[in-house]
């Protein structure tokens, strides 16, 4: 059996102020043409459909022509919420598609139940499990010593019944420990989201959502497909794809990648003001690309940002690479920007007010007294 695997479209995003609609609706496109050419049997959307919780009603409609050409070749289609995305609006209308072969993964209710694939080899089982925190699981299992997210997700993956000997594939959406971030990604207090990949061996494939960057966690049996476009400067290194993954009998396992070439690139480019104004240099550029500017100039030029603009109109961030900026600890470039966690945060912030960091016993109080709070947002 053949699935093709996607994540994290994030439709409706915007970065550094820009729509990435235009973008998206033609990397859509793409997507649908490598679809015609790899006649999968099922694609498996793992989360963060859109950007936001209520999202615009352009991102709708975009995501509504795309299911509605994918159900239009008779492709079986899961999809599941992220932490982007409202589960309740991913669920609504959920029992009317599932006629036409659209699978929208339900609200967590405390069950988990599989949908049935059939090919020469037999059953196929595809669980649904969307992004869940500790709070969720806990409501339906008060009884259980549910702390983390590794215990959330343990507990709500053993609600399944996963026949030893017939093949099951999980679609998911959570932080997978081990799995490399980058700074579009949404990060916890503390690291307190990872999960351990233990928790998904009884699976013979695991579609993974929410890393922006393709990526094995130990084996291509457990895969985060990554995001078919570029959301932050810091995925300039990233090769954007669709990940292909072909189920033969119990045990055997292909997982390849087709590359994705976008309308627009994200990339970066230095030099100083009169460098980069050059007719003969910016001829040469790809100018409709999303870019990242850094001057290396020594003083700052006035009113930069807007001057580039007429030579770049795509520029979505400036910066200065100089004495002054080294000098300040500013300089780098974005690829190696990180966010950092609120915890993080903080202990910069303590020292600084302090001439020492925190100790470990402060840190641990910390944790747990922004997890306690976000968990009464997650309530009201």
Known sequence: MKFIHLSDLHIGKRVSEFSMLQDQ???????????????????????DVYDKTVPPAEAV????????????????????????????????????MDKSGIHMSPVYDGTLRPVTLRDAWG??????????????????????????YTDAV???????????EERCVLVTHQFVTGALRCESEEISVGGADNVDAGVFSAFDYVALGHIHGPQDIGSPRLRYCG??????????????????????????????????????????????????????FYTAQQTDDYLHIVLTDEEDVPNAMGQLRVVYPNMMKLDYDNRRTR????????GEVER???????DELYEKQNGRPMEEAQKAYLTRLIGEIWEEEERL
Do not use: C, W
Request: aromatic share 8%.
């Open 25 to 47: 609706i033609y990397i859509l496109d793409r997507i649908v043409d490598v679809i015609d050419g790899e006649r999968p049997d099922a694609v498996l959307i793992a989360g």
């Open 61 to 96: 409609q975009v995501f509504d022509d795309f299911l509605y050409r994918l159900a239009a070749r008779g492709l079986q289609v899961f999809v599941i919420s992220g932490n982007h995305d409202s589960p309740e609006r991913i669920a609504f209308g959920a029992r009317l």
């Open 123 to 148: 059953p196929v089982h595809v669980f649904m499990l969307p992004f869940v925190k500790p709070l969720h699981v806990r409501r339906y299992f008060p009884d259980e010593d549910i702390e983390s």
């Open 154 to 164: 343990r507990t709500a993956l053993a609600q399944a019944v996963l026949p030893p």
């Open 227 to 280: 995001t078919p476009l570029k959301y932050s400067f810091s995925e300039m290194g990233h090769r954007k794809s669709v990940t292909v993954v072909e189920l033969e009998e119990k045990g055997r396992l292909t997982v390849r990648t087709v590359p994705l070439t976008p309308l627009r690139d994200l990339r970066e480019v230095r030099g100083t003001f009169a460098q980069l104004t050059d007719k003969a």
């Open 327 to 334: 000098a300040m600890g500013q300089v780098g470039t974005a």
């Open 340 to 346: 950092r966690s609120p915890l993080e945060l903080f």
